[in-house]
């Protein structure tokens, strides 16, 4: 168990011992969250926590960018292996995805709705 040994918070090394990656568990959460920016029921969630991750998961659009960039040129950034096979891919799409999907989300957001359509009789 290397979350163990490396001093992991509780909640990491038990989902390290299910099987679970971490960030497995935040992608999903990315995921949420864009969803509660698209779907109506998320105006039912506070907006100002709401905007204020999703403005942080923004974040992930340049550490995409900058694996897209490690997987190109064959470096591991002093990882113990370089990027490789379809870890580069997979890596550069989903930090890419979520984090244009939350930032896209956050701005939609935070501009004022227009009301349209005629009101029923």
Known sequence: MGSRRNGAPGALV????HGVDFTA????????MACALAWPWGR?????????LACAGTLL???????????LTGE?????APITGWVGPA??????GIGTALGVGA???LRPRRRT????S
């Open 44 to 52: 039912r969630l506070p907006r100002g926590p709401l905007l204020a």
């Open 117 to 120: 359509g005629v009101r029923g």
């Open 107 to 109: 701005w939609s957001r």
């Open 91 to 96: 890596g550069v799409g989903a930090f890419l």
């Open 25 to 32: 568990v935040l992608a999903l959460t990315g995921l949420a």
């Open 61 to 71: 659009v340049p550490y995409g960018l900058l694996t897209a960039l490690l997987a």
């Open 14 to 17: 038990w989902l390290e011992r």
């Open 76 to 80: 591991g950034g002093g990882a113990a």
